[in-house]
């Protein structure tokens, strides 16, 4: 996202006491010669939800690695466009939990997909715009094949482990619902997602179709996928249940201060001569020799990035600057060009960023972290 911070400065618990404690509507306190309005009893099927959205902003979630204007709020719903692909996390990690959100997709025709997050570690996993965790899918208009479908798949992802309540038909880590309750394109769906144990059961519109258990993470982020379609969701609340106390290999890994640096659409925040580098796919590559230099200065902290060349790449070296301090990259000699690799780069030098490339180099999930001040 360039040099902008998605991060928010209050947490959602604040904003759910001042709104109980300061009512909008409350201008005095009644006399005692006037009828004191009632309220309406909270029945026990709502009894310890606390909305996760509040409605207005996106108060309480964190946009990782997408376009600042990917994700939106209008109308009291959360807006995903749908590009680049990635993910908005809430600030804080759960662990046991009932989740109610309602979802809609726009495209009446065409593939329209996204997805909720559940137990994901805060950044993405190397060389993908996805987190690790366990998908509950959210797709309309997908073709007819046998091993998903459009009506609730719950599934793990990108390292995530776990045991679907159905054998999948290919062997996969994911369950396929047990029967079709998605509405199309323009209808809004109600998925209600409880989380107990690393064990997920997913109802649709108000029944129990899929489910997967024996979770690794079983504890970690939630978060709203955006990927290629606009996707709207409202009425998102949450209740959560007791710890069953998971081992700290059973829990995501926790944020640790990186912000990312590039919104994975446009050249923003980044400088180089015209045409030398182009986005494609949520990744920089460079068609050339031309360095990219951050607009912005950094320093000291920690740059973490991912990264590739070309299979055929005879070049298996190069190097980037951080202010004037120069630091080397290369692929082992026993390993092949072309798998993503993850760099983390300490440095107490302070400066633009600046990638010397060589042909073909692709470059993705950009992240900063700042050394604490002093």
């Not at 993910?87 to 309602?102: A, C």
């Not at 993405?124 to 797709?139: D, N, S």
């Not at 059973?250 to 180089?272: C, D, M, P, R």
Request: proline fraction near 7%.
């Amino acid at each position: 996202m360039a040099t902008h911070r998605m991060l928010s400065g209050a947490t959602l618990g604040a904003v759910l006491l001042l709104s109980a404690t300061f009512p909008s509507d409350v201008i005095h306190p009644a006399t005692a010669t006037e009828e004191r309005p009632t309220s309406k009893p909270e029945s026990a099927a709502d009894e310890g939800f606390v909305p996760l959205f509040n409605g207005r902003d996106l108060q309480g979630w964190v946009n990782v690695n997408c376009h600042p204007n990917t994700f939106f709020v209008k109308n009291g719903e959360i807006i995903t466009t749908g590009q680049p692909t990635g993910f908005l996390r809430t600030e804080r990690m759960y662990e046991n939990f009932i989740l109610d959100v309602e979802w809609m997709h726009v495209n009446k025709k065409d593939i329209a997909n996204s997805g909720i997050f559940v137990w994901g570690d805060p950044l993405p996993a190397v060389g993908t715009p996805y987190t690790r965790a366990i998908e509950v899918q959210v797709l309309i208009n997908y073709p007819k094949v046998d091993w998903a479908t459009n009506h609730g798949d719950v599934f793990a992802i990108h390292g995530a482990r776990c045991v679907p309540d159905r054998p999948h038909p290919r062997g996969y880590m994911r369950c396929l619902p047990s029967e079709e309750r998605v509405k199309g394109g323009g209808e809004w769906n109600h998925y209600r997602i409880i989380a107990k144990d690393g064990a997920i059961k997913l109802h649709v519109n108000g029944k129990e179709v899929s489910g997967v258990s024996q979770c690794i993470p079983r504890k970690g982020y939630l978060a709203l996928e955006s990927e290629g379609a606009e996707c709207h969701f409202k009425n998102i609340r949450i209740k959560e249940l007791p710890s069953s106390h998971p081992k700290p290999e059973e829990v995501a890994q926790t944020w640790q201060g990186h912000v990312s640096i590039f919104n994975g659409l446009t050249l923003e925040g980044w400088k180089t001569d015209n045409g030398q580098w182009k986005v494609s796919g949520g990744s920089l590559i460079s068609t050339g020799n031309v360095p990219l230099r951050s607009a912005a200065t950094y320093g000291p902290g920690e740059l973490l990035f991912d990264w590739r060349l070309p299979a055929n790449s005879l070049q298996r070296q190069w190097h980037l600057t951080i202010g004037d301090a120069r630091y080397e990259v290369q692929i082992p000699a026993e390993e092949k060009a072309d798998p993503w690799r993850r760099h983390i780069i300490r440095t107490n030098s302070q400066g633009p960023i600046t990638f010397h490339p060589v042909t073909g180099l692709q470059l993705m999930n950009l992240f900063w972290k700042p050394s604490p001040s002093k």
